[in-house]
Structure formats: structure tokens, C-alpha cells
């Protein structure tokens, strides 16, 4: 078992920036693939960053979200900047404890899930 904790999320306007932690336990957080994902009222799911080795992230959020870890702190961070409405959803941080080639972007590919963070953008 890997629990992850959110916290950060809220309410801001559009245009103002948050920044989402996720506290890890484990000893070996720093080897694990650690992810952000979303999912709005009757949507889906849906990827929006992953780091590894390297970063990836959805094109939605490309120049907007950075995704950082601190292995010393077992916690990841996804700030968050120049928000829009469509930022709106419950934001999940994710661990990924498989080594891959690829970074993981699906969820099916992630083991471990937080409870969830709401994250609301006012126009």
C-alpha cells in the first residue's frame, strides 16, 4: 500500500494560480512514477501531468501546470498557473510503481490513488 494525501485545492478566479501537494509514505517514493489526474462532473478521468524521470503533460495544460517532486519529502506538486474555469474538477495524485520505458500516462497504469482534491475556477 502506498497512501497518497492531496491537499492545496480551492476556490480561485480565472487567471489566479494554486498549487496541489501529495504526500507519499514509503521508502521508496523516489523510484515510483508519480501523476496528476482529473476528472470534472460527468466526465471522465483524465491525465494532466506525470513525472519519472522526465515530465509529461496534457496539452490542455502545457505552459500553465508544472509538475515537481521532492523525494526528500516524499510529496509531489503540480502548481498551477493562469487557471480557467475548464480547470475545474477533483484533482487525484497517483503512484505508478512499475518501472516502464515510457512514462505512464493512463490511469489503468497507476496502482495507488488519493482520495481527491476539488480544485474550483471561477469565470
Known amino acids: 500500500q502506498v497512501p497518497l494525501v492531496e491537499s492545496g485545492g480551492g476556490l480561485v478566479q480565472a487567471g489566479g494560480s494554486l498549487r496541489l501537494s501529495c504526500a507519499a509514505s514509503g521508502r521508496t517514493f523516489s523510484s515510483y512514477n508519480m501523476g496528476w489526474f482529473r476528472q470534472a462532473p460527468g466526465k471522465e478521468r483524465e491525465f494532466v501531468a506525470a513525472i519519472s524521470w522526465s515530465t509529461a503533460y496534457a496539452d490542455s495544460v502545457k505552459g500553465r501546470f508544472t509538475i515537481s517532486r521532492d523525494n526528500a519529502k516524499n510529496t509531489v506538486y503540480l502548481q498551477m498557473n493562469s487557471l480557467k474555469p475548464e480547470d475545474t474538477a477533483v484533482y487525484y495524485c497517483?503512484?505508478?510503481?512499475?518501472?516502464?520505458?515510457?512514462?505512464?500516462?493512463?490511469?489503468?497504469?497507476?496502482?495507488?490513488w488519493g482520495q481527491g482534491t476539488q480544485v474550483t475556477v471561477s469565470s
Open positions: 497517483a503512484a505508478d510503481t512499475h518501472r516502464r520505458a515510457v512514462i505512464a500516462v493512463d490511469a489503468i497504469q497507476y496502482t495507488y
